[in-house]
C-alpha cells in the first residue's frame, strides 16, 4: 500500500492564460476549492496518509494555501523546484527522485480525481509500475496515449498510431518497491541526454515498458475524472466539482 503521493504541480499552466495570470492552475476555483483540494481529499479519503506537493510558479501561494486546504490527519508536505521555467516534468521527477522510494503515487497538479479513482489504482494487481488509463471513442493528438493488451502496457505516448490506441493515461501511476528504483534510474538516464530537461516523465515509463519492466494498465472506464489544460476544461473540471460538492452537501460532509 502506498503510504505517499508525490504532486507535479509546479507550472504556471499558460495555456489557461488569463485565469493563470497571478495563480498557478493547481489553485483555479472549482466549486469553492482548488484542484489541488480535490486531489488531496481523493487521497486522504482512499487512505494515502502522505503527499508531497511539487511547486514553483508562486510557491508561496500554494504554501500558503496548502496549510489551509490540507485533510485532517495527512500530512502534506511542499517542496519547491527552482527550474519549472526551464525543465519539464521529466525534471520535476529528476528534482523529487529522493521522494520516489516505493511503494509511491505520482499525480498530475492538473488532473481531477474522486476518490473511488484513488482506490481503483490501489487494489490494481500487483505491478511494477500500474498506469491509470481511460477508454473512450476516439483520441486527439493532445491526449497521452497508450498501447495495451489485457492489462499489460506496451507502449505510452503522444504520437502513437491511432489505429492501435487502447486507452489514455490520465496522469496518476502507482509504483512498487522496484518500479519505482527502476523509474528513477531511468529518469536519472534521461536527464543526463541533450534533450532531458525538455522530456516528458512518461518518456521514460514508456522506455521502461519496451525494456522489460513489469508496466501494467488500470482502467477507470466510466468514472468522473478530467485535465485542466485549456478553458474549456474549466468548465468541464467546475461542473464535476460542483457536482461532487453537491453529494457532499447532501451526505453533511
Known sequence: MPQKAVILSAGQGSRL???????????????????????????AEAGVPEAVVVTGFQTELVEETLAAIAPPGMRVRSFFNPFYKVADNLGTCWMVRHELIGPVLTL????????????????APPADITVTIDRKPSYDEDDMKVISEGDRLYAIGKKLLMDEVTGESIGFLR???????????E????????DGAKLWYLSAINSLASSGTDVRVASI???????????????????????????????GR
Open 17 to 43: 492564460l488569463p485565469h493563470t495570470q497571478d495563480r498557478p492552475k493547481c489553485l483555479l476555483d472549482l466549486a469553492g476549492q482548488p484542484i489541488l483540494g480535490w486531489q488531496l481529499k481523493a487521497l
Open 108 to 123: 498530475n497538479g492538473d488532473t481531477l480525481i474522486s476518490p473511488a479513482i484513488v482506490r481503483q489504482l490501489l487494489e
Open 175 to 185: 509504483y512498487s518497491e522496484r518500479g519505482a528504483a527502476a523509474f528513477v534510474a
Open 187 to 194: 529518469v536519472e538516464r534521461r536527464m543526463r541526454t541533450v
Open 221 to 251: 472506464e466510466g468514472q468522473d475524472w478530467a485535465e485542466l489544460d485549456y478553458p474549456a476544461d474549466l468548465e468541464k473540471c467546475r461542473e464535476i466539482a460542483a457536482r461532487w460538492q453537491a453529494g457532499r452537501d447532501s451526505a
